[in-house]
């Protein structure tokens, strides 16, 4: 499943191809057709995130100029989760670079590579106008704009919401680390410490819950656990304050970089392999899954084998003191840890 800092950048993705546009919006799997009916014609005029909530708004282009941004009641609101299986694609005319998929993690974590399309093309003349290309699979909604198109598909959530029920999902979602607070909000991080204090529920299993922090999923768990020497499986309300504060703070570092660079590295680079001692350097096993990131093959980007520290690494000494990387099932989810370093 995507993680928040992905999420955060297709709204990025989005407010750079399409806002201010007139889009067209359908639903060529029809299963949607009623809410592309809703928004067809629209102008986005808004994309935001929300942990892994995506929300695209969009306003009726009659009303622009009409005191849209200060009534939000006009906005109407296309909410997506991605889920496990979910995925936005997309292809432009080739004035611009465009990310050709985010989401799909079965394929790859985060985005697949940029892909401009259009003109210069084999199927297309120097002189022809862009079309968008056909829908590929069960696309679920299809926004064409001037310049690029983007489709979705298999996602887990998938509606036209108001400004009021876009409140109403924020409202039920943990402190998102990644967003700055807005005025009048709340203290993020004190928000996160009392969330996991009154909880007898492991701090692992806090971390991946939504309600409590937003965005984060399996490899952030691991990672910021493990950077944070916390045991997982130790109940959050056991776990100080202070330590809770230095975890929020670490997960605004790592999620904040993620949403930069579009890759989840989050090793020191004492601990990677060309810096650590060679009695913990171990090749990966034949057979097992590497985990593929955006920035792979990008120049100075941090090899994905040297990317994390207990992530897909079960079995593998680890980093910092050299003993097998443990891996257990905690809530239907793979869990990562070192038993001597978070002890």
């Known amino acids: 499943m995507p993680e928040g800092h ?16 007139t889009l067209t919006v359908s639903s060529p799997q029809g299963r949607f057709a009623a809410g592309a009916a809703a928004l067809d014609g629209h102008v986005l005029v808004a994309s935001e995130a929300w942990g892994k909530q995506l929300f695209l708004g969009f306003a009726d282009p009659t009303l622009l100029g009409q005191g849209t941004a200060a009534r939000p009641d006009v906005v109407r609101w296309l909410r997506v ?4 299986y979910g995925a936005w694609t997309f292809a432009g005319d080739g004035s611009t670079a ?24 084999p199927e297309c003349g120097p002189d022809d106008a862009w079309s968008p290309p056909p829908p ?33 999902v924020e409202d039920r979602l943990g402190p998102d680390p990644i967003r700055d607070a807005a005025p009048g909000e709340g203290d993020p991080r004190e ?35 493990f950077r944070a020497r916390l045991d997982p499986m130790r109940p959050g309300r056991d776990e100080p304050a202070e330590d809770l504060r230095a975890l929020w703070d670490d997960l605004v570092v790592l999620l904040r ?30 057979g097992r899954r590497r985990v593929r990131q955006n920035a792979d093959g990008a120049p100075d980007a941090v090899p994905a084998e040297d990317a994390f520290y207990v992530y897909h690494r079960d079995g593998l000494p680890c980093r910092v003191c050299g003993t097998p990387v443990l891996l257990k099932e905690l809530a239907g989810r793979n869990l990562y840890w070192c038993g001597v370093c978070q002890a």
């Open 136 to 168: 590929r699979g069960a696309v679920r909604v299809r926004l064409v704009g001037s310049q690029a198109v983007a489709d979705l598909t298999g996602p887990t959530a998938c509606e036209v919401v108001t400004g009021e029920e876009k409140r109403a």
């Open 6 to 21: 992905t999420v955060h950048r297709l709204a990025r993705a989005f407010g750079e191809l399409f806002t201010g546009e």
């Open 81 to 84: 989760h991605l889920g496990l």
């Open 257 to 286: 970089d993620g949403t930069r660079t579009g890759a989840i590295v989050t090793t020191r680079p004492e601990d990677r392999d060309g810096a650590a001692p060679a009695a913990h350097v171990v090749e990966a096993a034949p």
């Open 98 to 121: 465009v990310w050709h998929a985010i989401g799909a993690p079965r394929r790859r974590i985060g985005e697949r590579e940029t892909v401009p399309a259009g003109p210069g093309a």
């Open 191 to 225: 928000e996160f410490v009392a969330a996991v204090r009154r909880s007898r529920s492991a701090v692992g299993l806090l971390l991946m819950n939504q309600d409590v922090v937003a965005g984060v999923g399996n490899i952030y768990r691991a990672e910021s656990l």
